[in-house]
């Protein structure tokens, strides 16, 4: 995962709940792609299409509330969105995010001066988004958890575990 | 320290945790539903060929059951190959319900647990005076392979109910008028423990209502502290005389919050599309047409909720522009509803009853097409979760329900009793 994401920023309201992110129906899949094709579709038709032109999403507070379904993090990332801003996350999706690798940053400040078409530079490991001239600090995750994102997200970190473990097993 | 302070630092190895603090804790039961063949693929995926600890697992095919597509038997077929192949003795197929119901009603939630699982409302599970909480399903394999999971110490806010319910008030009623004012994210990352004189006389079906409902308010996890309810209802279903000890707030413990509830100045309440916040006294919706009233749930399909319902209902017949949707939280509960009778009154009435499970609430089922509207006893009215993007989903107790299926619209239980 790359610690500097830019983009242009398209900006969501409160309290985006995961179904509306990828209704139930499509939770028989666990794929990018797929789930991808329907994120955000209960918003209407070319919804989730007219996201992909853009590269980071910047909500109010409690994005992500509602269900625990980590696909909403998956579809959002099959949009080929690179990164989440909002004020608040709900504790489930800001699980999922991590454990899906994708990038997510609690920045109350950007919302109130943000529009919709802006481009943000967002500085992971500096915990600094960068827009319109102007600096933001966020609170950097802990050491921990943001190994996980870094690794891709908790598969991955499993995996680099399990052959961690077999690893010293061998040598042991 | 609070409840769910104690029950983090005793997972964790811990003798004192503070709020903020990350710590790793040990679940004693990991719940997977119908997204259990998803953590087994992941679990393939990374290689894994052992379980931290099976007994500790419990699976439930809850959510779309008996399979209704090709996809979805192959997904079950999975998740029963998978039980089989580790040997998770706590196997449930899809006959049994809705999970949340099904642990506790076999006896494998005891106060003090620490409780994960792949749905949100695992908060449920604090009636019962464990800590639930939901994850997804990759966590999910993790924490069956190593044991355990990051876990944030949870601020808490203390909720105190004084007074009595007046008749045709429920504890939906309460809960909705609590996310209603304190919102969607009212209790974000929080911890909510009840308490008050209102709490004895509530039955464990009605805190469970409590403890499911309050994660529409963002909380992580909800307590009703255990009391002699709680020790009857273990009593009859903890088989394997499980030990446990019931974790209580030290009386210094300390709160973020402090929210007082006169239980008696509570009316029916309703929660309006498209969020459970948006709840209004019933007064303020009464009369608006519905075409579909849905009586399940993990939030109130449990027998109570089916007596209560029925009790409006007998000898009154459901409207004929409504569909009477009854889907009993669990095999156990269609059981007792059947051999009392209560079955047969919603039948009567105009009802149709389908197997256990989470059906509608899932999209199994009872779907909605473009205009219609729909009552339902569940716990989220999102927009589309029922089916078309332009339907409607109001929330209410049982009572509610049942009054408005025979009115055929949104109207006051008060008048039925």
Redesign the interface.
Known sequence: MESIIQGRVFKFGDNINSDVIIPGRYLIYIDKERLGQHAFEMLGEGFGAKLRSFDILVAGRNFGCGSAREQAATAIQGLGVKAVVACSFARTFYRNAINDGLPIVECPALYPVVAEGDVIQIDLAAGKIHHAGREHTFPKMPDSVRQILELGGLAEYLKAQLADEAHRAREG | MTIAEKILSAKSGRSAVTPGE?VEAYPDLVMSH??TW?SA??MQ????TRLYDPDRLAIVLDHISPAKTE??AA?QQASRNFARQYGVGKFYDVDAGIAHLVLMEAGHVAPGDLIVG???H?TIYGSLGALG???????V??VW??GRL?MKVPESVRITLDGRFSTGVYSKDLMLYLIGTLG??GC??KSVEFYGNAIPALSVSERMTMANLAMEM?V?CAFVPPDLRTAEYLQARLTDARPYQPVYADTDAVYLEQVDVNLAQLEPMVACPH?V?NTKPIGEVAGTHIDQAFLGSCANAKYEDLVVAAGILKGRRVHPGVRLIVTPGSKKIMLEAMNSGVLQTLLEAGGMVTNPGCGAC??DGGMLADGEVCLSTAN?N????MGS?KSSIYLSSPATLAASAIEGAIADPRGFF
């Open positions: 990350i119908t997204a998803r693929s992941v995926r990374v290689g894994a996809k979805y997904d792949t749905d949100s695992c909480t939901g994850i997804g399903y990759t966590e394999t993790s392979i190593t990051w969607a994210d974000s990352y963002g992580k969020e916040q899932a999209g989220r999102f927009l589309g979760r993007g």
